[in-house]
């Protein structure tokens, strides 16, 4: 990383940019050095740990590229988290110093922190204080690629987040392998620091090919499209629902004036792919990657839409089922696209050849072993593939239901959800069957603003789906908003905690007949007893 921003000491093109203020990537690396001299003077004795809990300024871009040059290690914290969790981000990842700004401040305030000293960047006396930059010298020997150099912390949306281990000559290679990226290019960043994609699909690019990092403090779906025109943008990334976000604000008569070529769009439903292209004339790439950066599929021409890709190349990934080890079965479909053979087809995805691509967690070798088991490195998500190579998600290995003894996963279900005219968004978690051990499917959609759920419609449109399977018709249907992580992925953990004990509008099948009807509070205390007394049983 160091030799990379050495590339860029002379470079006069515009480097980071945000509103009206722009950097040159000359300006950029001497401010980084600055930063580089007062981590080297600061925590000069133990680990060299800044954690930096700021939206996305170009301060924090100096810091990231200072402590590159210092050889330090950045934690980025997610500011989203509260509380003990946000405490706990600081100090299960050693930091000595957090640098933040006012609101970051008062979110840490009262915390224990173990020790870390807090410090604001936004007041004129940090920016004062720091030395100038031929302070900065190389003292002791240079970074090395394997030197430890980002923890970044997983979304979290299935789990406690872990902090995933980045090196140096990780993150460079990100910047390496980017071949699309040219310095001509303007990159909007609107995703969070503290989160890989931004890192991996903006930063990274950028510094390689001395293209412009255009940034977004905090991402907002109004602004979104307007920046892409003001800064020139030839390319963004997005994650999660942010695709979704952007499609509900109004139509414009500019939505097709922009210089974007394509863009990155993980984890988004294909049906707001198609919409975001239709509308705006972008194709998204959506793909498949995680924080740990292992197991990678890409797009290829004429690949089914709901289909993640094919692992890039050099990567041996399959599906396997985690019990026996064995790869399973391809998948097979019926003439309506139907997947006749979901309980052999569905296993966990795996990568054959990749554990050495993942550099393992912060202090977490339980996750690590996890991870690794049997020299593989196992996603924790299910995939089935089918006869010609495709791969395809199906949920995450905590996703399996079990409906009148039937198995089956979560996010082909969602998929044929998400059709149901006037959704914007869908989420699929199991809620006790109240009669059985089995399970029960609860889906959560969302609504385009104005729009009213229709119990009728709904069964209707359920009766006419080729492809839903006989167990996967839900048993209880919330409205309401999905929510998410502070990267934009949905959060199932509070709707499987709710189940039907909610106030936003839920309807429910009392029978096996497909009809809905309202869920009244007299429902949900009989439900309620009768869970009770199965699991007395």
């Not at 000359?26 to 001299?37: I, K, Y």
């Not at 946000?86 to 008062?106: E, F, N, S, W």
């Not at 840490?108 to 900065?136: F, I, K, N």
């Not at 998400?418 to 959560?444: C, E, I, W, Y």
């Amino acid at each position: 990383m160091a030799e990379l921003l050495a590339r860029r000491a002379e470079d006069d093109g515009v480097g980071v940019w945000l509103d009206d203020d722009r950097y040159t990537w000359r300006r950029t690396t001497l401010e980084a050095a600055r930063r580089a001299a007062w981590i080297r003077r600061t925590l000069r004795h133990g680990p060299a740990h800044v954690g930096v809990l700021l939206p996305n300024t170009p301060e924090y871009l100096f810091v990231l590229f200072g402590a590159a040059l210092a050889g330090a290690v950045v934690v980025g914290i997610n500011d989203t988290h509260r509380g003990a969790e946000l405490a706990r981000d600081v100090t299960h990842t050693d930091c000595r110093v957090v640098l933040t700004d006012g609101r970051g401040a008062a979110l840490l305030d009262g915390l224990d922190l173990g020790g870390a000293q807090v410090l604001r960047v936004d007041e004129p006396g940090w920016t004062a204080g720091l030395p100038p930059p031929e302070a900065w010298t190389a003292e002791g020997p240079a970074p090395r690629p394997d030197d430890l150099y980002l923890l970044i912390f997983t979304s979290g949306s299935t789990g406690a987040p872990k902090a995933v281990r980045m090196s140096q000559g990780r993150a460079a290679a990100m910047a390496r392998r980017a071949s699309w990226c040219r310095s001509e290019d303007v990159l909007y960043c609107a995703m969070p620091l503290f989160h890989g994609n931004a890192l991996n699909a903006i930063v990274f690019p950028a510094l390689g090919a001395g293209a412009t990092i255009a940034l977004r403090e905090r991402f907002s779906a109004s602004r979104f499209m307007p920046d892409v025109r003001r800064y020139g943008a030839t390319f963004f990334s997005t994650v999660g629902r942010a695709l979704a976000y952007v499609l509900a604000t109004p139509e414009h008569p500019d939505d097709r004036r922009h210089r974007v070529a394509f863009a990155l769009a993980p984890e988004s439903s294909p049906a707001d792919v198609e919409a975001f292209e239709a509308r705006f004339g972008i194709p998204c790439i959506t793909g498949y990657g995680s924080s740990e950066n292992a197991v990678i599929m890409v797009p290829v021409p004429g690949m089914p839409p709901d289909a993640l890709g094919v692992p890039m190349e050099g990567i041996d990934a399959a599906v396997v089922d985690p019990e026996t080890m064995r790869e399973c079965p391809r998948a097979r479909f019926d003439a309506q696209g139907r997947l006749t053979n979901p309980e052999e087809a569905i296993g966990e995805i795996v990568g054959r050849n990749v554990v050495d691509r993942f550099e393992g967690y912060y202090r977490n070798p339980e996750a690590d072993a996890a991870r690794t088991r049997g020299g593989w490195y196992w996603t924790g998500d299910l995939g089935y593939r089918d006869e010609a190579g495709y791969f395809y998600f199906a949920g995450r290995t905590g996703e399996w239901l079990r409906v009148d003894s039937e198995n089956f996963a979560v996010a082909p279900v969602e998929r044929i959800l998400a059709r149901f005219p006037g959704t914007t968004g869908v989420a699929v978690v199991g809620v006790p069957d109240t009669r059985t051990a089995d399970d029960q499917v609860l889906a959560v959609i969302e609504l385009a603003p104005g729009t009213r759920f229709d119990p009728d419609a709904f069964a209707t449109f359920l009766a006419a789906q080729p492809d839903l399977g006989t167990k996967w018709a839900p048993r209880y249907v919330r409205v309401g908003t999905l929510p998410t992580t502070g990267t934009g992925k949905v959060d199932k953990a509070p709707l499987r905690s709710e189940g039907w004990h909610t106030d936003d509008p839920m309807w429910w099948r009392p029978t096996a007949r497909l009809r809905y009807v309202p869920l009244t509070p007299d429902d949900r205390v009989r439900l309620d007893a009768e869970a009770a007394r199965h699991r007395r049983r």
